[in-house]
């Protein structure tokens, strides 16, 4: 499929399954449609693509996207490198987006154990929390999300 077809259409008409894993790339680095963006980076890491820990790198190193498509970059690097989402955890907590800060303490909760058992993590994880409660949770999309994190961290 040709990617000029593709930006013709609305992101719920097009078959992300049939699109190979190149032109998935050039989607979500093109930025050109928010949704189609997101869309294409969901399905290469449904498959499992080996491209989708570089591409959440560069995604979040060099800002691409808006915060939907960089909190899923996230989430991405986290589930299939956590080594480096640490990193980016380490160096961002403190000045990312607030909806990637949302994505991060939700992965802090569902790994709890792992920042558990480190100290510096367990800090890190405590000054990511003081951080998104000051943030009012009418200020997210899904307040619901931003509920379940104030409900559920207990580092």
Do not use: H
């Not at 259409?9 to 190149?22: H, V």
């Not at 989607?27 to 591409?55: G, H, M, Q, W």
């Not at 560069?58 to 960089?70: E, H, P, V, Y």
């Not at 367990?122 to 994190?149: G, M």
């Amino acid at each position: 499929m040709l990617l000029e077809n593709i930006y013709s259409q609305d992101s719920e008409q097009i078959d992300y399954s049939e699109i190979d894993e190149e032109d998935l790339k050039k989607l979500v680095l093109d930025f050109y449609d928010p949704e189609i963006a997101t869309s294409a980076l969901s399905e290469l890491s449904i498959r499992k693509s080996k491209l989708i820990i570089d591409l959440s790198n560069t995604i979040l190193k060099d800002s691409i996207g808006d915060n939907f498509l960089q909190s899923l970059a996230f989430k991405s690097l986290y589930e299939f490198e956590k080594n480096k989402a640490i990193e980016y955890i380490k160096n961002n907590y403190l000045k990312c987006d607030k909806r990637i800060l949302l994505s991060i303490m939700e992965s802090i909760i569902i790994d709890e154990n792992y920042f558990k058992n480190n100290l510096e993590l367990k800090i890190i994880a405590r000054k990511a929390f003081e951080r998104l409660k000051k943030i009012p949770k009418n200020n997210f999309n899904i307040p619901e999300d931003y509920e379940w994190v104030i409900k559920e961290f207990s580092l």
